[in-house]
């Protein structure tokens, strides 16, 4: 297995590509994601313990979409059973992808901490209507405006370091620690694409949020496109 360094703008393909295997089973792939953010939703609403565990079980089910875009390469349908197909992998599998979720929890913990140390409120002030209240956040941010840049070198860090895990781990049983630093070291190789994707994957999503129904294509979008990715940036 090796890494390839891809052109700057081909990060433009796995989108394209993660767009056409969408349109030939869309149904399908809308009931497995809906089942995810069901499942997600649900394990949140377990008192004290159900947020650590959604965060831990992610892994996995990114696994399991990497194994029904892989079925579907294959000519085989995708199934809200994909969910939970990493759990039907060999124990040393799945301990790795949880051990992943484990680490992202942990990651995502002290991160939250740092940046609500040095001043980023922990929960967006609202108007009353509900919505962010952008005032608000001006006056937060005035002199501040380096913190939003950290937060987002944060953001772009975790993403590098978890980005590939999840379908390393699917396609090529290893220890959690190996997933990890192969999944960095493909994010460093390709920092200019993956720097490409994240920014027009961020702004799709706030296209798509404008009227809540775009995202119920956006996110499968965004599922696939970790598999497209991986099939471009790694080589057997």
Not at 126 to 135: K, T
Request: proline share 6%.
């Amino acid at each position: 297995m090796q890494v390839i360094d891809t052109p700057v703008l081909d990060s433009l393909s796995w989108i394209k590509s993660a767009f056409i295997l969408f349109r030939r089973q869309p149904f399908a792939w809308l009931g497995l994601i809906a089942t995810w953010l069901f499942v997600s939703f649900f394990l949140v609403l377990i008192p004290y313990i159900g947020l650590s565990i959604m965060h831990l079980l992610q892994p996995a089910f990114f696994a399991g979409f990497m194994l029904a875009c892989r079925d579907q390469d294959a000519g085989k349908p995708v199934a809200v059973a994909h969910l939970v197909a990493a759990f039907r992998l060999d124990h040393t599998t799945v301990r790795a992808l949880l051990m992943i979720g484990a680490i992202g929890l942990l990651i995502g913990t002290v991160s939250n901490f740092a940046l609500v140390g040095l001043g980023l409120p922990n929960n967006l002030p609202r108007d009353a209507n509900g919505m962010p209240d952008m005032e608000a956040l001006r006056s937060i941010f005035d002199g501040k405006e380096w913190l939003m840049f950290f937060g987002v070198f944060l953001s772009l860090l975790q993403l590098g370091i978890f980005w590939f895990a999840a379908a390393l781990l699917a396609f090529k049983p290893m220890p959690a620690s190996h997933a990890l630093r192969w999944s960095f070291f493909a994010f460093l190789s390709n920092l200019l694409p993956m720097i490409v994707f994240s920014t027009v994957m961020l702004g799709t999503f706030f296209i798509a949020a404008i009227p809540l129904l775009g995202l119920i294509l956006w996110t499968p979008l965004f599922v696939i496109c970790n598999y497209t990715s991986y099939r471009r940036v790694f080589s057997e």
